[in-house]
């Protein structure tokens, strides 16, 4: 407690006081004399420094002695002599009058107050830190309702586009070009319309019900196939959607009149396969009358080797050559990174040994040698022979093909995104490269329907079910199983059945009999959720992300036959050059198969009601160059656009099979797999030189 005058000056004080207005002067503290009420106030530690001490002082005395307030306070900050750590003392100055002398004086109590200041200052934080929260829920909430707005907004827009979804899915496709979608897709368009929380058309809901219920109906073909190719679609003349149809489509109910042009209408058209058969025996006996009386053959294991198997071979090395020259070793390091890699010079750099050496590479480049300890030597041996069961006179279907397959098949794992994406395995991995590698062994330059309608010994053997990949699958296995050529060791004994899945699922994959069936359940599988008007999945996401998840994994087959699927038309994404050179030495294979060129000295024709195949040999290559008059005559056609006397059947083939079947299909796995982004853009060069015509002016 002190009592100052009017002057500031202490006229009494206890002696704790009067030690604490100055702590520094010793345990006497200062006297009576030299003390002043100025000190008391020069004790904070005011964040003005002394000039805010100076200030209060001056304020103090004018509340007391000027305007004689009844109780002046005042709150000063200090610090502790002892920890340094801020405190808080209250001052309360009352007014008064000297009892000596009666002059004005002042009473001044001090009293520590940190603990309060300390709970006041902690409130004050609180409080502002709320009004800061309330401040920015309103700024969220504001947001939120700008969102909501934008989402309304959002809602209509996607209900008027799932709407016009429907129409253009159900509704008449006329003008509208081809519609690849199957019955599947239809239908889940449907439930997704639904799950976003809109309410279908009737009619929409009524045309789904029609086409589900239409006797027959294959659920991963696309709806209308024949009808869409045949007949809506005015882009495409009849003889490219006859060869479209004849190459995609899969059961079938009833197969297309290819009557040929002579044909008079309302003749009942041969188009069953007893038909097919028989007028090819008739064919042949018209030809060779001394096959009439000709015995029948047993289907032996021999005869069931394949077209390709039914010729000698040329002789070929039987291991890889060990001198690598550096042109070809710079040739297979290109091969490891480039997405044009020029196939046909590497080929003639490395004849004979094309595919052998390249597989060789790529198999030790990627570690999966090593990683899984393959024999090296077998290896080598393995791939040579089946190198050896290409036949170098087919113009498409032979090594270099198959090495331009092997090596698409890397660039899609490896530089496409789909080992970056877990969705294979090593062991897949390693199946996959063998797929790529033998999925065209021992064929033929014969497609499965000629097998089919001729009665082949593999069309009868696989049971007219994809008899060319079967054959692949089944000769190259029996290679691999071999004792000199099987080159995994015998731990991966129980990895081989994986392995021999996997194969057999992406070689039965590229039939494209299968094509639209594959496509669309890679489509469905991941396809994303669809969300609510609200924004909001209608089901937990929670539970949406693990069926996403367990779809993946169910799918795993679907992601793995589609990377096979794309390696083997990967010609289309190649530099122009390449894709056109491929595309005619794919047309003339086609013509060859049409005048049996591609037969060799051999053929096979079942004889009408027996499951035996008799053989009978063919004239010189020149002698059967008019079978498809002679077909014509005995009520056959030569298949769409294999006629060698019809010009500019490529340029149309090529822009139809880009349109419905190249396009939707790397698009589809570049949706997914992004880093395959290069193959659109190889595609879309070669589409626009087919439509512009540029194509003619490239040298081959």
Known sequence: MYMFDCHGVLLNANKAALAGLQPDAGPEGVGAHAAHMEMLFARGAYPGGKEQA???????????????????????????????????????????????????????????????????????????????????????????????????????????????????????????????????????????FIIAGFCPPVQAALDLYRMLSEPGIDLRQPVRLENQLLTDNAEMDSEVGQSMLQLLQGRQRSQPSMAHPGAQQGEAPQNNNAAVRKAHISLALSRHPDLADAPTLDVSRDSLEGVAAAAPRPSQPVVIPITITPAVERMLQDAESNWQFDIFAYAEATPGNSLSMLTFHLLKSTGLVQEFDLNESKLTACLRKIESGYDPANPYHNSIHVASVVQMTHMLLVHGGVLKSKVLNRTQQLATYWSATVHDY??????????????????????????????????????????????????????????????ISQVLGTDMKKHFEILSRFQAAFKQVPKSPGGHSSTDSTNWDSTKTILRWLTCADDIRMILKCADIGHLTAAPRTHKRWAVQLEEEFFRQASLNAMHSWMHIATFGSCKPVLYPCDAMADVSDWGDKERSVGLTVSPLMDRNQQGGMTRSQLGFFNIVGAPLFMAVIELFEDAQPMMQGLQANYHHWESGKIAELTI
């Open 442 to 503: 021992e064929h033929g330059g014969l497609n499965n329907d000629f097998l089919i309608k001729t009665a082949h010994p593999l069309a009868i053997t696989y049971n007219d079910s994809s008899p060319l990949e079967n054959h692949h699958l089944a000769a190259s296995s029996r290679v691999l199983y071999t004792p000199e050529y099987c080159f995994p060791p015998k731990e991966m004994a129980g990895q081989l059945i994986g392995v021999r899945s996997t194969c």
């Open 54 to 192: 100076v200030q209060a002082y001056e304020e103090a005395l004018n509340a007391v002695f000027d305007l004689r307030v009844e109780c002046h306070q005042h709150i000063q900050p200090y610090a502790s002599r002892k920890d340094g750590t801020m405190k808080w003392a209250l001052l309360e100055m009352w007014p008064l009058v000297d009892p000596v002398d009666s002059s004005p004086a002042v009473l001044v109590h001090k009293y520590n107050i940190t603990q309060k200041k300390r709970a006041e200052l902690l409130f004050t934080e609180q409080k502002e830190a709320l009004e800061q929260r309330n401040q920015a829920l309103e700024r969220d909430w504001q947001q939120m309702l700008d969102e909501k707005f934008r989402l309304q907004m959002e809602s209509k827009a996607l209900a008027q586009h799932l709407n016009a979804l429907l129409i253009d899915k159900f509704g008449p496709q006329d003008g509208k070009g081809f519609d690849s979608d199957t019955p599947i897709d239809k239908a889940l368009a449907f439930l997704q």
